[in-house]
């Protein structure tokens, strides 16, 4: 078992940046791959960009491509996601996620990920 805290979501400008950070506990000594989601309300829950174990394969919604940065650290046991340039239909809650692996591939479907946070607030005002 993983425990995800999700932390970094607030009200900001568009725009503006801001940065989320994951933090896991528990059984942080196997490895996974990692993923942010965000839902907006009234709508199902969508990738916004996941990470492999090590960092070293990516990938990005197209909604996030050029503007977000996923990345983690591994000696801290927290995976980030770096927003730039926010806009107002960005506004959701987003979530991290992870999934046990010791593979490098990547997996994009929400339902493959096995732990969840309990989300984060952001919110991007015109």
């Known amino acids: 078992q993983v425990q995800l805290v999700e932390s970094g979501g607030g009200l900001v400008q568009a725009g503006g940046s801001l940065r989320l950070s994951c933090a896991a506990s528990?059984?942080?000594?196997?490895?996974?791959?990692n993923g942010w989601f965000l839902q907006a309300p009234g709508k199902e829950r969508e990738l916004v960009a996941v990470?492999?174990?090590?960092?070293?394969?990516?990938y990005y919604a197209d909604s996030a491509k050029g503007r977000f940065t996923i990345s983690r650290d591994n000696a801290k046991n927290t995976v980030y996601l770096q927003m730039n340039s926010l806009k107002p239909e960005d506004t959701a809650v987003y979530y991290c996620?992870?999934?046990?692996?010791?593979?490098?591939?990547?997996?994009?479907?929400?339902?493959?990920?096995?732990?969840w946070g309990q989300g984060t607030q952001v919110t991007v005002s015109s």
């Open positions: 528990g059984r942080t000594s196997i490895r996974y791959r």
């Open positions: 996620a992870a999934d046990p692996t010791d593979t490098d591939s990547l997996r994009l479907d929400r339902r493959a990920y096995d732990y």
């Open positions: 990470i492999n174990w090590n960092g070293f394969n990516t």
